[in-house]
């Protein structure tokens, strides 16, 4: 869940020039494919922006497999497209645009390609993004509304995710919700829909887990030489650094954020836990 920059069509090969790159006879039947393609390629745009379903659209096998075919048998002008999504520009951290935990390794077809051919290699389509996330999207058709578009959801750019640290048994979890608030319930939907699809929540709790017990160490140390209101802006820049770096949905400044919360709460600092 990270905001993406679309690469538009403007800056990558179109898909005109994919197909001439093709052989024939695949090449001739592609060619008159291609101005029907160029005017769904508006509508689609036009149908992220407003968050709403795209009609399908039936085309023989030929065609479907034609359509298909220019994603699955790279060529040049597609290869530039998918380094164009892969780049720095489009996607900044590198990672998952789902779930901003694992590094994008792979390409998921946001309108799959199964229902909607012709978006195959519409770079606005094509969300760069984990493993474990292609596959969980890939076992369902998509509904609208249901998964998190990082391209295009206006949610995208609203600080939604938070952590929060309780203490059970002397022991410190971190876990970690959706923000209701006036910027985001009407999209509270969408969110926990993803999240069912692709266990976010879980993930963030799962490498915050990892990361906690160094932290707590840390501030054991802190414990001798710093008062609480350092070591809380400690953790306040930290979170502000680390927004900076990753995005305000990541599960790493939330969970710096959540330390500082805590500790600033009358007789959590000096902090002692049994971490361990
Ligand atoms: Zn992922």
Redesign the pocket.
């Known amino acids: 869940m990270i905001e993406l920059n679309p690469v538009t069509y403007n800056e990558v090969p179109t898909f005109s020039d994919i197909v001439n790159s093709k052989y024939n006879p695949r090449k001739t039947r592609l060619l008159e494919e291609v101005a029907s393609v160029e005017s769904r390629t508006d509508l689609q745009r036009i149908s992220f922006l407003a968050e709403s379903q795209l009609s399908i659209v039936q085309v023989s096998d030929t065609v479907k497999e034609d359509l298909q075919h220019c994603f699955t048998v790279h060529t040049q002008p597609f290869l530039e497209i998918q380094n164009a999504i892969y780049s720095p520009k489009c996607n900044p951290t590198g990672q998952?645009g789902?779930?901003v935990?694992?590094t994008a390794k792979t390409i998921d077809h946001y309108l799959p390609k199964e229902e909607y051919p012709e978006f195959s290699v519409m770079s606005e389509n094509l969300v760069p993004?984990?493993g474990?996330?292609n596959s969980k999207k890939k076992t369902s058709s998509l509904v609208f509304g249901s998964i998190f578009n990082p391209y295009y959801s206006s949610i995208r750019i609203s600080q939604f995710i938070q952590c929060s640290l309780s203490l059970t048994d002397n022991i410190l979890t971190p876990s970690y919700s959706f923000i209701e608030s006036d910027d985001t319930r009407a999209h509270l939907g969408l969110l926990h829909s993803h999240d069912e699809k692709?266990s976010v929540l879980k993930k963030f709790k799962d490498k915050a887990g990892l990361l906690l017990p160094e932290e707590l160490g840390s501030i054991e140390i802190y414990n001798v030489c710093m008062n609480t209101d350092t070591v809380v802006n400690l953790y306040r820049q930290r979170e502000k650094i680390s927004i900076k770096n990753e995005g305000a949905n990541h599960w790493r400044p939330a969970l710096y954020g959540s330390i500082a919360s805590y500790l600033s709460l009358p007789g959590n600092f000096p902090l002692i836990l049994s971490h361990n």
Do not use: K
Request: glycine letters at 0%; one cysteine or more.
């Open positions: 998952c789902y779930c935990v694992d993004c984990c474990h996330c692709f």
